[in-house]
């Protein structure tokens, strides 16, 4: 049995975890983080020519012990080649990745990881617990433990309903479900999620976000991508932004929810705005450049950019007559960096 020993405002940990010659628990801070990738870069090759296709170019981010890291970007930004190569499912061409503290390519660390692809495929002549069962002999689980494994990972999903279903009648939710259980069977430190809301309906993606956000206060970090941007903004610690293969905005929450954009109203209309030589990014604030009425509408993404079109304004003699500070969502981010394909607040490409 492993000893425990408790600090005070501490929970109780195993004496393995305390620095050695000390009473003090390492904490989630003191640990190395649970993933770190370093200028990870991915080219692939296509058609008879041979043409470079860029998969992921210099990606580099972290994620702490017990957190919850999204990847959003639009289909084709190069989330599935990230996740790939963290599995090391895809070979990158350059780059750095560590998973718990290993190499990525070591079998100890995939060992504790769970994995859900985005379009998981099962064989449909099983049924939802067959197939854990079979998926429990592939983990090693032992005999007597794989009946209670598999139910808890069943009910954890809801599907102890559909059970005794063959997979060839499931719906493509239910797919889902059974694929995240199959995901859990190992009770894994790390869990790397592609799109696991696709095919969900608003029930089912509430309770996935339920047990997603359960298995955080217990420990497990984890690794989603997804397009959804409501799901991620309620999730995740952290989120990062792909676009065509390149992150261009990676930053906690928290910040973002911080961060404020501003509605600026100049005399004059949009298509005159335009021609006085205003940076393109000030003119996506809405309207139609060929309206002939003003006043325009202005944006600016943050308080740097403010004090550039205000300066702009100013020297193209376009009187200001408003400034509106608005919250900057995370949609709206999203949106703005697939526009321009720069980092738009506070990123780290």
């Not at 790390?190 to 509430?206: A, Q, V, Y």
């Not at 705005?273 to 944006?299: E, H, K, N, V």
């Not at 020297?315 to 919250?327: D, H, K, N």
Request: glycine letters at 12%.
């Amino acid at each position: 049995m492993t000893r425990q020993v408790l600090v005070e405002n501490e929970p109780l940990v195993p004496a393995a975890a305390l620095i050695a010659g000390s009473a003090i628990p390492v904490s989630r801070a003191a640990q190395p983080p649970a993933l770190r990738v370093a200028d990870l870069t991915k080219t692939f090759r296509s058609g008879f020519a041979r043409r470079r296709l860029r998969g992921v170019e210099g990606v580099s981010f972290s994620v702490g012990r017990g957190e919850v890291f999204a990847l959003l970007g639009h289909n084709g930004a190069g989330k599935t080649t990230t996740i790939g190569c963290l599995l090391d499912l895809v070979r990158p061409d350059r780059g750095e990745i560590t998973l718990l503290g290993c190499d990525h390519r070591d079998r100890r660390a995939r060992a504790r990881i769970g994995y859900l692809p985005e379009r998981p495929y099962f064989f449909d002549y099983l049924t939802g617990r067959e197939l854990l069962e079979f998926y429990c002999d592939l983990l090693d689980v032992p005999r007597r433990e794989r009946r209670d494994r598999v139910d808890g990972a069943l009910r954890r999903v809801g599907m102890m309903p559909d059970a005794g279903r063959r997979l060839g009648k499931y719906s493509k939710g239910m797919l889902q479900r059974l694929g995240l259980a199959q995901a859990l069977l190992g009770e894994p430190e790390l869990l790397i999620l592609d799109e696991p809301m696709s095919g969900l309906d608003p029930m089912g993606r509430r309770e996935v976000r339920t047990l997603l956000q359960e298995l955080k206060n217990q420990g497990c970090t984890i690794v989603l991508s997804s397009h959804i941007v409501p799901d991620v903004e309620q999730l995740a610690d952290a989120v990062g932004i792909l676009r065509e293969g390149r992150l261009v905005l990676n930053e906690r929450l928290g910040a973002l929810a911080d961060a404020c954009a501003y509605r600026v109203r100049a005399a004059g209309c949009l298509g005159e705005a335009a021609r006085c030589g205003l940076p393109p990014w000030a003119l996506s604030g809405g309207g139609d450049t060929a309206a002939a009425q003003g006043p325009a509408d202005l944006a600016a993404a943050d308080t740097q950019q403010l004090r550039e079109l205000l300066d702009a304004c100013h020297a193209a003699g376009l009187p200001v007559l408003a400034v509106e500070p608005r919250r900057t969502g995370l949609e709206d981010l999203f949106l703005r960096t697939h526009e321009h394909g720069t980092v738009v607040h506070g990123g780290k490409a």
